[in-house]
């Protein structure tokens, strides 16, 4: 009987993602006393990575090191608990948390975290916050306090029209 390579068995079949199957399924292919030249070949990934796969394997524990790990990088500030009362506060509007118009912004939900939760987050990070918790964030538009709507439809009924005619167009082609 030939045996593929590719045949699931059953550490195989419980990945997670490709990725981890196919170390798992190099993993079994060295228990059935496959070279590790052929299960890349077979695999179609470098020597050099099954070698990787069978030390993580060998120092690791077998199968079991070959499993999909967490990305590193540093603990969540804010907990799960402190996550989930975060759309509350937002749900309350941003003029009840004492701000001037009900727009929440970057800057604005990084200082109602600091305030609740005594967690300091730059602006940025706050909008993967809130996108990784399906919030969205409204932009101000900026606009001078000074602005005369009169003045500027007056403008634009009486002087724009003379300036438009007084334009030279391009000759079409």
């Not at 196919?22 to 070279?35: N, P, T």
């Not at 001037?100 to 604005?108: A, L």
């Amino acid at each position: 009987m030939v045996v593929s390579p590719l045949m699931d068995n059953s550490l195989s079949k419980v990945a997670t993602d490709w990725r981890e199957g196919r170390r798992l399924r190099a993993f079994e292919l060295k228990q059935q006393g496959w070279s590790q030249q052929r299960i890349a070949e077979a695999l179609g990934v470098s020597k050099g990575a099954v070698s990787q796969w069978m030390k993580r394997a060998r120092d690791g524990g077998g199968a079991q090191a070959l499993k999909r790990r967490p990305a590193p990088g540093a603990r969540p500030r804010l907990s799960e608990e402190q996550r989930a009362k975060l759309p509350e506060f937002l749900e309350r509007g941003a003029e009840a948390h004492g701000f001037r118009g009900d727009v929440w912004t970057c800057e604005r939900v990084a200082m109602v975290i600091r305030r609740e939760f005594g967690v300091s987050y730059h602006p940025a990070h706050v909008s993967r916050l809130l996108k990784a918790l399906r919030q969205s964030l409204q932009k101000p538009q900026r606009r001078a306090n000074q602005r005369d709507e009169e003045a500027i439809e007056r403008w634009k009924e009486e002087r724009w029209p003379s300036l438009k005619k007084g334009r030279k167009r391009k000759a079409e082609p």
